[in-house]
């Protein structure tokens, strides 16, 4: 079941100024079905376990889209500083106005090149965007380099949400593959993958995800 049709973006994808946000259209954190809900019920478990164990302070929510996550974790940890930061698009912007309090802001930017100096922020939240951007290793460098201590990611995993795609006839003559998904990772490809940029310290599998925690921490 393809869970990346949402009425999120889904984020700071493409140094491109042509790009604009992927335009989703499905709903899933406000879903009514049964499935979904328990299905964003395992997913946010599993991000809200990993950000207990970075215990952010400072956050930058890379492909904040609606910013819906970006209020959850403020609304999570009361003494946190959340930004969040996606593509320019009049509509997520003019919804951002009416989130924005004293320790929820946003900005637009990319993520292959984003507008923060090294270490600006503790910890950095990347949900569901990387299987969308166009140059993923830039884009994780970035994070790791404006992040101080830790990175919580989390993607598609592979094949398993082209399999479910296509079990529910979704997608079939792309195989499976959910529009907008330039990269696909397995569990141990991804973990891998964000190896490269730190010490992978946690891994949560929610169906049919992949969500990692990452040490960045500069010695």
Request: charge should be negative; glycine fraction near 8%.
């Amino acid at each position: 079941m393809s869970q990346d049709q949402t009425a999120q973006s889904t984020g700071a994808h493409s140094a491109n100024a042509d790009t604009v946000p992927t335009g989703n259209t499905y709903d899933k954190y406000g879903s009514s079905n049964p499935v979904v809900r328990w299905m964003m019920r395992e997913f946010k478990s599993s991000v809200w376990e990993l950000l207990d164990y970075a215990g952010p302070e400072k956050l930058l929510d890379v492909g904040c889209g609606e910013g819906i996550m970006a209020r959850a974790i403020v609304e999570r940890y009361p003494s946190v500083e959340v930004t969040g930061i996606d593509l320019e698009d009049d509509e997520l912007e003019a919804h951002w106005k009416g989130l924005e309090g004293d320790r929820l802001s946003f900005c637009t930017g990319v993520a292959e090149s984003l507008p923060f100096d090294d270490d600006a922020f503790d910890t950095i939240t990347s949900l569901e965007v990387l299987e969308h951007v166009q140059d993923p290793h830039a884009s994780l460098a970035e994070m790791a380099r404006v992040a101080r201590r830790k990175l919580v990611l989390s993607v598609p995993r592979e094949p398993l949400w082209r399999v479910l795609n296509m079990a529910r006839g979704a997608y079939l003559r792309d195989l499976g593959n959910t529009p907008g998904h330039l990269n696909h990772w397995s569990r141990t490809g991804f973990v891998d993958f964000a190896a490269q940029y730190g010490r992978v310290i946690e891994v949560r599998s929610p169906l049919p995800w992949t969500v990692v925690l990452v040490d960045v921490t500069k010695l």
